[in-house]
């Protein structure tokens, strides 16, 4: 069974930083493009970030230079760094692993990102 586990989401001023951590248990984690999606209050989800098996990257143009996502395939842990929050970043984040085979998607729980004065 897959399980995503998200932390690092908490309370940050505007200009701030802040690291999530996605952990991935089970065998999915080596066969999985892993993406980071969040959802505001009364907004559709959206795709954040992902990165691929070989580590290639790719960002939304809202936080392009702002955020860098990584994964550490010892740990079965992806990373999404953000620096330079704004108060338009506010909003659970959600992991989220793809079969590169199946195309079968796994969800971690989200993690909260408030991004306020």
């Known amino acids: 069974q897959v399980q995503l586990v998200e932390s690092g989401g908490g309370l940050v001023q505007p200009g701030g930083s802040l690291r999530l951590s996605c952990a991935a248990s089970g065998s999915i984690f080596s066969i999985a493009t892993m993406h980071w999606y969040r959802q505001a209050p009364g907004k559709q989800r959206e795709l954040v970030a992902h990165i691929t098996t070989s580590s290639s990257t790719g960002y939304a143009d809202s936080v392009k230079g702002r955020f860098t996502i990584s994964r550490d395939n010892a740990r079965n842990t992806v990373y999404l760094q953000m620096n330079s929050l704004k108060p338009e970043d506010t909003a659970v984040y959600y992991c989220?692993?793809?079969?590169?085979?199946?195309?079968?998607?796994?969800w971690g729980q989200g993690t909260q990102v408030t991004v306020s004065s």
């Open positions: 989220n692993a793809r079969h590169i085979y199946t195309g079968n998607d796994y």
